[in-house]
């Protein structure tokens, strides 16, 4: 999902590169490298991404705002890049980092699971209340002008992570009246009611978004652990064999 690859991309090349004795030379071997790959294709995002992380390595905060703006730029669609480019502005401008923030969760609400989000969390709680909040308004403007079922399946996932379950659930449950086919709303009703422990309600559900789209592992996996708490590690045992192998 796009919060793995978020964590992926951020965070593990970093890692790697930090525990490195000879860092400084990797960095520039590296930069030396996407370079040359830029040369060969201008246009893949993804390497001008990886050069801003670089030069952020390097304490070049320019160098890698520049290559985040080209890899945004080039693909205006990627989450990934807007996160990036907020963190590497954040220190300087937290007017425009959130701005870059709510690009990506407008995008893909999904980010709010990654590390990023909760690390926001921890670090500044109260930009990570603004960057809900200012999320739910624009998604509610769109919504209004419109009226798609996609920018309103945003805005449920939005307001789970408000945990406003209430509102949430409406929110869904409107989606599956409208376009009962797609899989995701009732999985995402099945998250609603597992939490609020209405158990039945969403095995139901999750046995929907199930029928509906058998190879999605997250309605499979979350029947998995429903019936565990409900102590019938059988039908745990099946759905968590299912879940693995889809």
């Known amino acids: 999902g796009t919060s793995t690859n978020i964590n992926k991309l951020i965070i593990n090349d970093s890692i790697s590169l930090k525990s490195s004795s000879s860092l400084k030379l990797q960095i520039d071997s590296s930069l030396y ?9 201008p246009n893949e995002d993804l390497f001008y991404h990886n050069m801003g992380w670089l030069y952020m390595f390097q304490s070049k ?53 990654s590390e990023f989000f909760l690390a926001m ?14 999320s739910e308004q624009e998604l509610n403007r769109i919504y209004m002008e419109t009226q798609s079922v996609v920018v309103r399946a945003k ?15 409406q929110t869904f449950l409107e989606i599956v009246d409208v376009l009962p086919n797609l899989s995701r709303p009732w999985y995402y009703l099945g998250n609603i009611d597992a939490l609020n422990g209405r158990d039945s309600v969403a095995i139901y559900h999750y046995r929907k978004s199930i029928f509906l789209d058998s190879k ?31």
């Open 61 to 113: 905060r320019d160098s890698a705002l520049y290559y985040m703006s080209k890899a945004c730029k080039l693909d205006p669609n990627n989450p990934l890049h807007y996160l990036s480019r907020g963190l590497i502005v954040e220190p300087m401008d937290s007017v425009f980092a959130l701005s870059n923030y709510q690009k990506a969760v407008l995008l893909s609400p999904d980010v709010l699971d």
């Open 216 to 246: 999605d592992y997250l309605p499979i996996y979350a029947l998995a652990k429903t019936y565990n708490e409900l102590g019938d590690t059988v039908r745990s045992g099946i759905y968590l064999k299912r879940a693995l192998a889809a």
């Open 33 to 41: 490298y996407f370079r040359r790959a830029v040369q060969l294709n």
């Open 155 to 169: 805005l449920g996932k939005l307001l789970i992570y408000k945990n406003d379950s209430i509102s949430a659930r």
């Open 121 to 134: 969390k921890r670090r500044k709680s109260s930009l990570a209340l603004e960057l809900l909040n200012s």
